[in-house]
Nanobody, 121 residues
Framework: QVQLVESGGGLVQAGGSLRLSCAAS????????MGWYRQAPGKQRELVAS???????NIVDSVKGRFTISRDGAENTVYLQMSSLKPEDTAVYYC???????????????WGQGTQVSVSS
């Protein structure tokens, strides 16, 4: 059983900063990808940023230069530092972990419960 526990959401004014944290526990392969997705009302869930165990990152263009993703690989903990927040960043942010036990095998994917980020103008 894999669990992801998120923290750090809240309400902030435009231009402010927030830091999200997510700790994954359970049976997780040591090589994995952890990431943050978000879902705004009436919109589909979208990738914000992801990071592999080896530190390779993928950050969507809309948040590049404002958001930074990092992780403590040994602990399977991932962070999302969000700066210069905009009202359009308002969404529920979900933590995600993906891995396969064997190369090319079934992808195991788990989600956190989500944390609300609200940015006021």
């Amino acid at each position: 059983q894999v669990q992801l526990v998120e923290s750090g959401g809240g309400l902030v004014q435009a231009g402010g900063s927030l830091r999200l944290s997510c700790a994954a526990s359970g049976s997780i392969f040591r090589y994995n990808t952890m990431g943050w997705y978000r879902q705004a009302p009436g919109k589909q869930r979208e990738l914000v940023a992801s990071i592999t165990t080896t530190g390779n990152t993928n950050i969507v263009d809309s948040v590049k230069g404002r958001f930074t993703i990092s992780r403590d690989g040994a602990e399977n903990t991932v962070y999302l530092q969000m700066s210069s927040l905009k009202p359009e960043d308002t969404a529920v942010y979900y933590c995600n972990v993906r891995f396969s036990w064997i190369a090319g095998g079934l992808v195991n994917e788990y989600w956190g419960q989500g944390t609300q980020v609200s940015v006021s103008s």
